[in-house]
């Protein structure tokens, strides 16, 4: 629970007189009033990392492409990342694409490692991270909010990121691709962060910027505030809230408004 603090956003807090016992006979002494938050539920925050915290996505594509090329098929057009793997992990986006779309499809177990290995290659040299989510992050922890990772990425390709933007000891718990056989937008990968937490899901806001993770938040009943990063906001309508940029106060406001 957060304090409430001189600048909370929040409506005027609620104050509680403490009684003690009689002092000279004179009446029973009433201490100060002190401020208490009730209306404060928000407890963690999982951030997507693909599109929120990094801007990482074309990168996934392209490195999904220098694989497909390199098999002798074409390319994923934008139209068909975005359908099969946007916000989803890659077998599951992969798997879907090349039933949908291959007739004699290679092995899909050696497609993954070729993929996770062109986007290693690529990744000191064109991810870049989005300076909003990682500051929205880092300025949550700071006012004691859990935080967590919930991603379709691998684990090492989440700590690349993490790595990248220095934030290990703003992150309690990280829920990966490979740890969740069925990822977004089954609620499963958000569930599990709430559970490694200890948090309630009610009491959680999911920061996303794909259909799937949102779809995956409201399925785990938690509040979701999407940031729309493609000038698509219609996409996202299913979230509770979309905005531009990301900001601490838009997380809060989210998740301390009335149930």
Do not use: W
């Not at 006979?25 to 938050?37: E, F, I, L």
């Not at 177990?109 to 000191?124: C, P, Q, T, Y």
């Not at 990248?164 to 990968?189: F, H, I, M, Q, S």
């Amino acid at each position: 629970m957060r304090e409430c603090g001189r600048d909370a956003e929040f409506p005027p807090p609620l104050l509680v007189a403490v009684r003690r016992p009689p002092v000279n006979g004179r009446g029973p002494y009433v201490a100060p009033a002190a401020p208490v938050c009730e209306r404060d539920v928000l407890e963690a925050v999982l951030f997507d990392m693909d599109g929120v915290l990094a801007d990482s996505e074309p990168v996934h594509a392209a490195a999904l492409g220098d694989v497909l090329r390199a098999h002798g098929l074409d390319a994923v057009t934008d139209e068909d990342y975005e359908r099969f793997f946007l916000g989803k992990t890659d077998r599951t986006g992969l798997g879907d694409y090349l039933r949908a779309r291959v007739a004699r499809a290679p092995d899909l177990e050696a497609l993954l490692r070729e993929k996770a290995a062109a986007f290693a290659h690529r990744f000191s040299r064109e991810v870049r991270l989005f300076p909003d989510g990682v500051a929205t992050l880092r300025a949550l922890a700071d006012r004691g909010y859990r935080i967590a990772i919930a991603s379709g990425g691998l684990t090492a390709e989440i700590a690349m990121v993490v790595d990248l933007a220095a934030l290990g000891p703003y992150v309690a718990v990280r829920v990966t691709g490979d740890e969740v056989p069925d990822g977004k937008p089954n609620p499963a990968p958000y569930l599990l962060a709430a559970e490694r937490l200890g948090v309630k899901p009610d009491r959680c806001v999911v920061v996303e910027d794909a259909p799937a993770g949102v779809a995956a938040a409201k399925a785990a009943g938690m509040r979701c505030l999407a940031v729309d990063r493609t000038g698509q906001p219609e996409q996202l309508a299913a979230a509770d809230r979309v905005v531009e940029q990301l900001t601490p106060q838009a997380v809060e406001a989210l998740g301390n408004e009335d149930r």
